[in-house]
């Protein structure tokens, strides 16, 4: 296992700190240090950029974000959102080793406004994320006002079931919501999977990393109405959309009709362009009836 600093091998300080992992907050521990970094170097280049880690446990990625390279990305600056307390003494021995250089937020990710901690200098977001809050998680940062976002790049931990949801396109098995989100805003990919025997506790499927980065100029539309038309969507995917987008209100056939979509077709084979103008037509169609 590699060494990439002085600090205690990452199961004493488990140990020490009564730090086994929760169900209740989708905690699986990375121990391999080899791997953290190669998490941690997946965020290449840094450029000066502040790095945003959620659920560091007991740490193991964030000493490889703040470890020279090679071994290590070596951020000068990295925020840690944690919300389990007894992860947070764990956390501030790092701090002391790296002083002036590690952050550490404890509360919960979801409710975490980065604007505040980190003004107008951009961001990486690096994170295994825990397994109960991740989809949550990348739709918030998907669906962030203004665009571009503060962030440069999202290099997240999935299972990878989620993974392939995110970066499937039209046609896939595994397109959904969560591509459309992602390819609207983003250009998303995998970049390698992680097995199972990664983790403390190993959980029962294998994990993918992914890298996301923003669009610069994505499709003009409203991110709340988009999620809104994609949920009825694929909410019945089985059923054709002039069946399924019933529950939006309107006219479906108008709907679709001014969208240049088969009203027989179903969600699966409408590209990201397609759902666009469904939810611009949509909103037109709602702000016409005020």
């Known amino acids: ?5 002085d600090l205690p091998p990452l199961r004493d300080v488990i140990r020490r700190h009564a730090l086994s992992a929760r169900k209740s ?6 121990l391999d240090l080899n791997l953290t970094a190669r998490i941690a170097r997946a965020a290449e280049p840094l450029d000066g950029a502040t790095v945003i880690e959620v659920g560091p446990g007991p740490g193991g990625l964030t000493r490889a974000l703040l470890a020279p390279p090679p071994q290590g990305l070596g951020a000068s600056r990295v925020i840690a959102i944690e919300r389990d307390q007894r992860a947070v003494a764990a956390l501030e021995e790092i701090a002391a080793r790296y002083p002036d250089r590690l952050e550490i937020v404890a509360g919960d990710a979801l409710a975490f406004d980065a604007r505040q901690h980190i003004g107008d200098r ?5 994170a295994n994320l825990p397994y109960n809050i991740a989809t949550a998680l990348l739709i918030n940062w998907l669906t962030v006002e203004p665009w571009p976002p503060w962030y440069d790049r999202l290099v997240l931990m999935f299972q990878r079931e989620v993974a392939m949801r995110i970066v499937a396109k039209v046609g896939d098995k595994s ?5 459309v989100l992602a390819g ?3 250009e998303a990919k995998i970049l390698f999977d992680v097995a199972p025997s990664a983790f403390v506790p190993p959980p029962k499927v294998t994990s993918s990393v992914v890298r996301l980065v923003p669009r610069a100029k994505p499709l003009a539309c409203d991110a709340v109405v988009l999620q809104r038309v994609t949920e009825a969507a694929f909410g019945q995917r089985r059923k054709m959309l002039r069946q399924s987008l019933k529950s939006l209100g309107v006219d479906t056939a108008a ?3 001014d969208a240049r979509i088969e009203p027989t077709a179903r969600a699966e084979e409408i590209a990201v362009e397609g759902f666009v103008r469904l939810a611009n037509i949509f909103s037109g169609q709602t702000k016409s009836r005020l």
Do not use: K, P, S, T
């Not at 397109?175 to 591509?179: E, S």
């Open 1 to 5: 296992m590699a060494q990439i600093d």
């Open 25 to 30: 907050l989708g905690q699986n521990f990375l």
């Open 122 to 126: 951009r961001a990486i977001v690096v």
């Open 175 to 179: 397109y959904g919501r969560l591509a």
């Open 184 to 186: 609207w805003r983003c």
């Open 255 to 257: 709907l679709l009709g």
